[in-house]
């Protein structure tokens, strides 16, 4: 592919274009708050938390809304706090619409792959990973699954039963 180097007069004329479009940058160098990762990483704990609720399916959807919700809202606090906010208005017609249609298009993809996934999905994701695991180890011929140390429902739903842990301390003698 040949690239030309513009001439200053060509140059101009670019800027000038990009000028009359209104197209601004926006470059923010200041740090962001302290409470954005930790609220950002409490909503993330809320939404797959939801993935062990009984009832399955529906809190998915619920936690799915609540989740978007919540970003929604940290953006629009962001914006107020900094001051600045992205425009659709100022950007040109065709990109504008180009943006608009990638949004609309990218919201009903990821809803209708979200409600497909749900509905082919046996139970929750989880009762999903450890079901696929149990059926690995039955197939290899492997007697037992532990669940390992915890008392989650999910475990007494798959088949498991309550067993003594025993703890063992030793000292070694110089």
């Known amino acids: 592919m040949n690239q030309t180097t513009p001439s200053?007069?060509?140059a101009l004329t670019a800027l000038d274009a990009?000028?009359?479009a209104e197209l601004d940058v926006l470059a923010d160098t200041r740090p962001n708050p302290g409470w954005l990762w930790p609220t950002i990483g409490g909503a993330a704990f809320l939404f797959f938390a939801s993935f062990d609720v009984v009832g399955g399916s529906p809190w998915v959807v619920?936690?799915?809304?609540?989740y978007a919700l919540a970003i929604g809202v940290i953006i629009g606090i962001l914006q107020r706090q900094r001051g600045s906010q992205a425009r659709l208005s100022r950007l040109p017609a065709e990109l504008r619409n180009q943006v608009l249609v990638f949004a609309i298009a990218g919201g009903v993809v990821t809803s209708a792959g979200t409600g497909v996934a749900l509905l082919l999905m046996d139970g929750p994701p989880r009762f999903t990973i450890v079901g696929t695991l149990i059926e690995r180890a039955i197939e290899e011929g492997i007697p037992r699954f532990d669940f390992l140390k915890g008392d989650e429902i999910y475990k007494f739903r798959l088949g498991a039963e309550a067993r003594q842990l025993y703890r063992i301390t030793t000292s070694v003698n110089s």
């Open 8 to 10: 200053p007069a060509e």
């Open 62 to 66: 619920l936690s799915s809304i609540l």
């Open 18 to 20: 990009a000028r009359a």
